[in-house]
């Protein structure tokens, strides 16, 4: 291979990549190499496993495409030799569409596989063979246990966006997919993140991996955050108010059905709105994308889970109806806008009672910009007004977490040795000699040691509490006071045996 002259970024050619991929790449106009992708296709190339640590818009479907295409073998009939696992359908129609658009005239054929498509037509597809799938662990579920597949013979696996599927609980599936492939297959994995639930996946499935870390290529714009403070009945017209100024708009709501009320309720007020979500078709999220991209509809209503595979540029603004429920879901919701270099705004509305879980979400994502009340009168004066800064502390921990601020103005802690501390045992020495602390005497001092629960016993006494004659009657139970009448001492009664437990008798 030929050495890439100095201050010089090197070309797919000399990163290893077939001569026939390369022209396909040319021919697509695609010259020059991402980082992500200098960084990883040697090694991928090479056959090595590959951990890449990389966000979306930097180049991942290449990095892994390239290897996977140049690597993989003919299949036979529901044999497929290279599995891509994405986590939503909108990601798997991406990748499908980029790996065709590459394989051209090679000869190999990729299938996308996921929920709200027809199940028919890809159990045909995959009766005739096919080399590459991109699937969603939940469809890919569905066509094994229907024995449309079977995945004994797949020799390349690609798992995208790892850090995504873990946050929508795909990780188990994950596993047990990876559990069915050859054990010497090739594992490339992509993630934005690499820590807690990706990183026993990187530690369980792969083999000594090459690690990369990779920024993304796409320009990232100046964004606003505000919050703003919203009763509940001024909240559907403080939203209408905004996404009427700011537009087109993404607004983001809990649920599903939540998402198809706002939607229908926007539209009522004039102003062309679509909902996506999981109850909607592929087909209907397919529309309501293109259509939002063209700029029939101004605002899209939806959902984190359907909201994953959203990558519109010129989103003006981000509108949180509900405040996310972890601060990983704000920043994804937050990275729809501010794209391919231009301005956002990301306005998340404030109920009165998720006022204090927001503020806590503000710590963790050290933000602390003001919540800013507003009503419906007020909604636009608010949204043209200059945001208001950002609150300062005027001390050198500007931008740090609370819990961090505590940790660095915690007094300096003793640095020698501990002093020794006497193991602590119920009932010890020092509480059997005087007492048992409420005012009793102990029974240790009557009856020896050997007491459990903080009453002495002999050997061939009863365990039910009954201590020797003379002794007060105390129940079994640790605790009780003397003269409680013991447990299976109850008196006779007409119809009651004398003694032993008449509850249990009975």
């Known amino acids: 291979m030929q050495e890439t002259p100095p201050n010089m970024s090197p070309t797919f050619a000399d990163l290893g990549v077939p001569a026939a991929l390369c022209q396909r790449l040319d021919d697509l106009g695609i010259v020059e190499p991402f980082p992500v992708q200098a960084a990883t296709l040697p090694d991928a190339l090479a056959g090595r496993d590959v951990c890449g640590k990389a966000p979306t818009g930097s180049g991942k ?6 290897p996977l295409l140049a690597r993989v073998g003919k299949a036979r ?3 497929p030799r290279a599995l891509v696992l994405v986590p939503t359908r909108e990601l798997a129609s991406q990748v499908e569409e980029q790996l065709t658009q590459l394989s051209i005239g090679s000869g190999t054929t990729v299938l996308a596989v996921y929920g709200g498509a027809g199940m028919q037509k890809q159990m045909q597809a995959l009766g005739r063979g096919v080399e590459v799938i991109v699937a ?13 597949l079977r995945l ?9 966006e790892a850090d995504r599927m873990a946050d929508m609980g795909f990780l188990p599936e994950v596993r047990r997919l990876l559990d069915m492939v050859r054990s010497d297959r090739q594992t490339l994995l992509f993630s934005a993140t690499l820590d807690g639930d990706v990183d026993i996946l990187v530690r369980n499935y792969q083999k000594n991996p090459a690690k990369h870390e990779a920024q993304s ?6 964004v606003t955050h505000r919050f703003w403070s919203v009763s509940h009945a001024d909240r559907i017209q403080v939203a209408a108010s905004i996404v009427e100024r700011s537009w087109p708009a993404i607004v983001f709501s809990r649920t599903r059905h939540g998402a198809e009320r706002l939607s229908k309720q926007l539209n009522k007020a004039g102003i062309r709105s679509e909902a996506i979500h999981g109850d909607r078709s592929q087909s209907q999220r397919e529309r309501a994308l293109a259509q939002f991209g063209r700029g029939q509809v101004t ?15 010129g989103v003006a603004c981000v509108l949180q109806f509900d405040p996310p429920a972890t601060d990983k879901d704000y920043v994804h919701r937050a990275g729809r806008t501010g794209r391919a270099g231009a301005a956002g705004t990301v306005i998340t509305l404030v109920a009165p009672e998720k006022e204090k879980d927001v503020r806590k979400m503000q710590r963790e994502l050290r933000r602390r910009e003001p919540i800013e009340v507003a009503t419906v009168a007020t909604a636009a004066d608010v949204l043209a007004a200059t945001p208001p800064k950002p609150m300062a502390r005027d001390d050198d921990l500007d931008g740090v977490s609370r819990r961090e601020r505590a940790r660095a103005e915690r007094p300096d802690r003793p640095t020698g040795p501990r002093p020794s501390r006497q193991p602590h045992r119920k009932g010890g020495a020092e509480t059997r000699a005087k007492g048992d602390g409420r005012g009793r005497p102990s029974e240790a001092g009557a009856g020896g040691a050997g007491a459990r629960g903080g009453q ?3 050997d061939g006494q009863a365990r039910n509490g009954q201590g020797r004659a003379g002794a007060p009657a105390r129940s079994g139970r640790p605790g009780a006071k003397p003269g409680r009448r013991p447990a299976g001492a109850g008196s006779a009664r007409p119809g009651r045996p004398a003694g032993g437990n008449a509850r249990r008798a009975r």
């Open 61 to 66: 479907t290449i990095a892994f495409g390239l």
């Open 77 to 79: 009939p529901k044999r």
């Open 136 to 148: 969603t662990p939940g469809r890919l579920k569905d066509l094994l246990e229907r024995g449309s």
């Open 152 to 160: 004994d013979e797949v020799e390349i696996v690609v798992v995208d």
């Open 217 to 222: 290529m796409e320009e990232q714009g100046e």
């Open 299 to 313: 605002v899209l209503v939806a959902t984190d889970v359907a909201a994953r595979g959203i990558h519109v540029d």
């Open 456 to 458: 002495a016993r002999t």
